[in-house]
């Protein structure tokens, strides 16, 4: 969606996708707006809540079966498990995407990693489908003026046409950019605390050879699954970079993620996305 200045602040009823890397500061920005009028449709929340509900229950009780005292409870229906997805807390995602490697430090094999990966990639891809349909039931069914759509950090890497399509003429599309003090910010939180993320399949098998290689490993079974988590992230942070670009160029805009910190109120970012359509 393409508009002016004076067409964004006339807009009655705002829709608003946020790109960026995870760590830049989408979710942050989203929750300085008053909850009373906006909307705040996460993907990631979606994702786990909607399409990976049942995956990420068998992979938790998968780990329950393997302790006794567990296992007898589940067998007989004396519990249930489930899972505690919030917009806040998407650890239950994380723990479902996990990462590869050694299996007694927690690793995954490469073929279930993958298996995995598609899951999550097929099930963003049904998020971000969702979106014109969540904009009108945020207005007709709960009454709220105003949609937020807090994009996945690996949105970019979908390459789905109906999803571009369908944000680009649903929503206004803005990029959160990162300078390059925030990249190494961001870069540095990776190293220090390495989480499960999703990965293109062609990227993913380029940089696992190029990290066995440098590594001296014969496989990927062999590797500390946190070690290749912190060496990939420099990569993949490259990898998407001209792929937000693209999307930016194709059909949105660009602010300055530094001067998205600054943002208090909703006046403050109305300001900063009237800014980048100027």
Not at 92 to 115: C, M, Q, Y
Not at 123 to 135: Q, T
Not at 137 to 158: P, R
Not at 249 to 271: H, K, N
Request: aromatic residues 10%; proline residues 4%.
């Amino acid at each position: 969606m393409r508009m002016t200045r004076q067409e964004f602040l006339a807009w009655p009823n705002k829709a608003i996708t946020l790109l960026g890397m995870s760590g830049v500061g989408k979710t942050t920005l989203a929750n300085r707006l008053p909850k009373s009028s906006w909307f705040h449709f996460s993907g990631d929340y979606r994702i786990g809540t909607r399409y990976l509900d049942e995956p990420i229950l068998d992979n938790i009780k998968r780990q329950a079966m393997q302790v006794g005292f567990l296992r007898d409870l589940l067998r007989s229906d004396s519990i249930y498990i489930s899972s505690n997805i919030t917009v806040d807390n998407l650890a239950p995602i994380a723990t479902f995407l996990g990462k590869i490697g050694r299996r007694d430090l927690g690793g995954l094999s490469v073929d279930e990693f993958k298996r995995r990966q598609r899951l999550h990639h097929a099930a963003e891809i049904g998020a971000m489908r969702d979106v014109p349909d969540f904009i009108v039931k945020a207005a007709e069914i709960y009454g709220y003026e105003h949609f937020i759509n807090d994009a996945g950090g690996s949105v970019c890497e979908l390459d789905d046409p109906l999803v571009e399509a369908g944000l680009a003429e649903h929503t206004l599309i803005i990029y959160l950019r990162p300078d390059a003090r925030m990249e190494e910010q961001f870069i540095q939180r990776a190293i220090d605390n390495p989480k499960p993320i999703y990965y293109q399949e062609a990227f993913l098998d380029e940089q696992l050879a190029r990290y066995l290689r440098e590594s001296g490993l014969n496989s990927a079974d062999d590797m500390d699954p946190d070690a290749f988590a912190r060496w990939v992230f420099p990569a993949l942070v490259e990898h998407r970079k001209p792929r937000y670009d693209a999307m930016v160029e194709r059909y949105g805009y660009a602010v300055d993620a530094r001067a998205s910190e600054a943002v208090r109120t909703e006046a403050d970012f109305i300001e900063l996305i009237a800014g980048a359509l100027d």
